[in-house]
């Protein structure tokens, strides 16, 4: 059962994700039998890791990539009920996620989620239909903050307003006039979607969990009939052999790599239970001087809904929504794609959006319970957690905002099946590592700038990534006043969350880094490339990477950004595919990696 952290190491400490973690945690996975190993650094795993670990049971998370390499960082980062799931009057939905947005602002992760206005356009109409409309939006916002305020906790998010036409394009002047007659404020979260699966990881490994990354799961040990582990393949050292790790129960929250996981239970005729299906979805990265605007919005469109939301400087633009059955590491944002996000929201702005406007594009596999419907938009948006066979529980489908729910579940079922007293979840009471004591620190930030001889700005952006793990940042700072240099090419962010990244966070690669951890790749026109001889020198220094080490990561990083560039030209998904995919994953070709094992421990 649990392991019990010694009293002298502190929460923060327990929860480093460093790289002589990672080789520690390596030995655990080789040598202790887990309660509990998940498979899948995604939210869902990563919640679930975290669930078992605050139940007390000992619990390994093992990832392919990087924490949240798969879908998890590629959403349009709402934590939302989902007006769209209101409407198909699928309330339970909504009435779920809204608790989860309540408790994720007020308590979970006050510093990593937030409130953002959101604008209903409402169209121009005929009297009648006029009086209908506005009707029919309000009554939906309305019972969206009610759903939120009387059943879910809705703590945090100011109620929602009607706009006369003039009062909307006062908050958005970027709307066309003659598109609009009025608008409906309302309120969601926003969340930047890869560093809250880091946070939730190392909030698991602060209570115990074995949290390894390059680590991708070959196939099940068996006996009989029950699955008892995994085999799993270290991808830093590809020439090091295949190795077992033993569990009592075995949970996959794989995604939309979900079959894969019963295509290797195939021999003994296993049933998968559910199938997962993949739909694309893709976003645009523009600046926030390309449209004028205070809130974001919410656009019907033929298939779905598009967003535009505020993003710091940026505004991110999505979605699209299409059956995808090619390379799902890499999803390829084709010229089609990008055209149709264009098109769509271009209908509502006074001044169009053109491709040179666009800093970044992302594009995301939405995990799918198939088997309802054949459009991908009506697929379930529900999850579901099955046992094909005895020893491994399946758990997929649902969205990032009820992670916690699903996490929840698939324990439960691992609880049972493990025996012993009934432990519940507690992770509604569990504030993630950084949110104790958030709010004070936001209070007192213009002291804490004076305090550290930086700007406020500086430590503004430092407590909405990292909480009041900033002091740790802030010592860096003090120990090497270098890493307060901001990083080239993206001077928003500064070096010390590069060695931050790569000593405590589990990055392991620029990607990681650039991806990921910071959201550089995205949010410059230059996708990175002026960042990346910074970051390796950072990095490098951090992790002791030699000269080759630095310029393979390099040319790695910037042959990926020149290959989703190619593959954004093309016309369609088969011929953006096989553009992406001329640049293979930087992960399983980096045998010859050193790490400084004496990294200094905080
Ligand atoms: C375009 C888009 C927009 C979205 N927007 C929102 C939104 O605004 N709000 C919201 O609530 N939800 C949103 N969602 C849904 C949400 O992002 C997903 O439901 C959620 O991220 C899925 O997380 P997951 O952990 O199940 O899967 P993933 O994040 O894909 O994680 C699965 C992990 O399993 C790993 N893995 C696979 N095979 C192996 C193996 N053999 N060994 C080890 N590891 C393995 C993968 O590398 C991957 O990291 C959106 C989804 C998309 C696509």
Same mark, same amino acid.
């Not at 990539?65 to 798969?70: E, Y």
């Given at each position: 059962m649990g392991v019990v952290r010694s009293p002298s190491v502190s929460r923060y400490a327990a929860g480093r994700l460093s790289p002589i973690r990672r080789i520690a945690d390596l030995r655990r996975l080789r040598d202790e039998q887990f309660d509990v190993l998940v498979i899948g650094g995604g939210v869902t795993g990563a919640g679930a890791a975290l669930d078992a670990a605050s139940r007390g049971l000992s619990v390994a998370l093992v990832e392919a990539?990087? !924490? =949240? =390499?798969?879908t998890s960082s590629r959403s349009s980062k709402l934590i939302h009920g989902g007006l769209r799931y209101l409407e198909q009057l699928e309330l339970h939905l909504v009435h779920e996620a809204l608790t989860e947005r309540g408790l994720l602002t007020s308590r979970l992760a006050p510093h990593l989620v937030r409130p953002v206005p959101i604008l209903v356009p409402l169209p121009p109409a005929s009297p009648p239909a006029r009086v209908w409309q506005r009707a029919y939006y309000g009554l939906g916002v309305a019972a969206y903050d009610v759903f939120a305020g009387v059943f879910g906790s809705g703590r945090g998010m100011p109620l929602h307003r009607h706009l006369t036409r003039d009062g909307a394009r006062r908050l958005f002047p970027s709307l066309r006039a003659d598109q609009i007659v009025g608008a409906i404020r309302y309120f969601d979260g926003q969340v930047d979607d890869a560093r809250l699966v880091v946070n939730l990881a190392r909030t698991a490994a602060s209570l115990g969990a074995a949290v390894v990354t390059s680590a991708r799961v070959t196939g099940f040990l068996r006996e009989a009939r029950e699955v008892v582990g995994v085999k799993v393949r270290d991808l830093e050292s590809p020439d090091s052999p295949e190795f077992e790790v033993r569990a009592r129960t075995v949970v996959a929250a794989t995604g939309v790599w979900s079959d894969d996981m019963s295509r290797m239970l195939s021999d003994v005729g296993v049933r998968p239970g559910f199938r997962v299906r993949a739909s694309k979805g893709v976003h645009l990265v523009v600046p926030r001087s390309a449209i004028t605007g205070e809130a974001g919005l919410i656009l019907r469109t033929p298939t779905s809904v598009l967003f535009v939301i505020p993003w710091g400087g940026h505004w991110i633009i999505g979605t699209t929504d299409t059956d995808w059955q090619l390379d799902r590491s890499h999803p390829a944002a084709s010229a089609r794609d990008i055209r149709y996000l264009l098109d769509q929201v271009n209908t509502v702005l006074d001044r169009p959006l053109t491709v040179d406007d666009i800093e970044g594009v992302y594009a995301g596999l939405r995990p799918l319970l198939s088997g309802e419907a054949d459009s991908t938009s009506k697929l379930s948006r529900e999850h579901a957690v099955v046992e094909?066979? !005895?020893?491994l529980l399946l758990v997929a489908g649902g969205k990032y905002t009820t992670y916690r729910v699903m996490a929840a579940d698939v324990i439960n079922r691992a609880v049972r099946r493990l025996g012993g007293p009934a432990q519940p979840s507690r992770t509604d009471q569990l504030p993630l590592l950084g949110a104790d004591g958030f709010a004070a620190a936001w209070r007192d930030r213009l002291d804490i700038a004076r305090r550290h001889g930086v700007t406020a700005g500086v430590i503004e952006h430092l407590l909405e990534r990292y909480g009041t793990l900033t002091v740790h940042l802030l010592a860096m700072i003090e120990a090497d006043p270098a890493l307060a240099t901001p990083l080239a090419g993206a001077p928003e962010y500064l070096a010390a969350e590069v060695a931050y990244a790569a000593q405590a966070e589990g990055a392991l690669h620029l990607d990681d880094v650039l991806t990921r951890r910071t959201r550089i790749s995205i949010e410059t026109a230059h996708r990175g490339a002026e960042t990346v001889a910074h970051a390796a020198a950072v990095m490098g220094d951090a992790l002791g990477w030699d000269a080759a080490v630095r310029a393979r990561e390099i040319e790695h990083y910037l042959a990926r950004v020149e290959a989703e560039r190619q593959s954004q030209k093309m016309p369609d998904d088969l011929t953006a595919d096989a553009a992406r995919l001329g640049v293979p994953d930087v992960r399983g070709y980096a045998a010859d990696r050193g790490i400084d094992l004496l990294e200094v421990e905080l």
């Open positions: 990539r990087d !924490l =949240a =390499a798969g094909p066979m !005895l020893g």
